[in-house]
T-cell receptor, first 115, second 109 residues
Framework: ETGVTQTPRHLVMGMTNKKSLKCEQHLGHNAMYWYKQSAKKPLELMFVYSLEERVENNSVPSRFSPECPNSSHLFLHLHTLQPEDSALYLC??????????????FGPGTRLTVL | GQQVMQIPQYQHVQEGEDFTTYCNSSTTLSNIQWYKQRPGGHPVFLIQLVKSGEVKKQKRLTFQFGEAKKNSSLHITATQTTDVGTYFCAGAGGFKTIFGAGTRLFVKA
């Protein structure tokens, strides 16, 4: 499946580093999402964008900063992360944000390790 | 806030046995979706249920949506090793989709 791509696939960073995760969707969708998936925890919705406008921010620490320059691209900028931020970060897209009724298509994820 | 609970957390079965995972919401849902995530993979959409009491089948998989639209189940008949992975339900209510914690299925050949 290549509808939603994410780079890098793996990332190891120190707590003082600054890095960015990139997501690109080739499905013509209007909504994009960032999720965090930790071991033994449910998928945690972090941010939702609809037509480049942020419509959801689930009390995510400011060390995570999203950016959506257009409806096909979504970034997650990372700085001064903590070891507990180590997780799989998944990007998803859907046709629209319609009360959560649209099917979400997930990217392969970025496996992040914070040392 | 809205919660979606999913049980069991893990299930070990012998190949050929049946498997069921259950999903319960604290509030009425507009729809429920099911996703499968293979080990090392990402969630992949399986199906969406919208109507009260709806039942849908995909080969050996049967999905049900409760009459009150607050619970759902996924049943796999005669599991195969290719069924291994984590099955997530995702309930839509309000403005967003809430994922359950998932049920991880292990199938022993």
């Amino acid at each position: 499946e290549t509808g939603v791509t994410q780079t890098p696939r793996h990332l190891v960073m120190g707590m003082t580093n600054k890095k960015s995760l990139k997501c690109e969707q080739h499905l013509g969708h209007n909504a994009m999402y960032w999720y965090k998936q930790s071991a033994k925890k449910p998928l945690e919705l972090m941010f939702v964008y609809s037509l480049e406008e942020r419509v959801e921010n689930n009390s995510v620490p400011s060390r995570f900063s999203p950016e959506c320059p257009n409806s096909s691209h979504l970034f997650l900028h990372l700085h001064t992360l903590q070891p507990e931020d180590s997780a799989l970060y998944l990007c998803a897209s859907s046709q629209d944000v319609r009360g959560g009724t649209d099917t979400q298509y997930f990217g392969p994820g970025t496996r992040l390790t914070v040392l | 806030g809205q919660q979606v609970m999913q049980i069991p957390q893990y299930q070990h079965v012998q190949e050929g046995e049946d498997f069921t995972t259950y999903c319960n919401s604290s509030t009425t849902l507009s729809n429920i979706q099911w996703y499968k995530q293979r080990p090392g993979g990402h969630p992949v959409f399986l199906i969406q249920l919208v109507k009260s009491g709806e039942v849908k089948k995909q080969k050996r998989l049967t999905f049900q949506f409760g009459e009150a639209k607050k619970n759902s189940s996924l049943h796999i008949t005669a599991t195969q090793t290719t069924d291994v992975g984590t099955y997530f339900c995702a309930g839509a209510g309000g403005f967003k989709t809430i994922f359950g914690a998932g049920t991880r299925l292990f199938v022993k050949a």
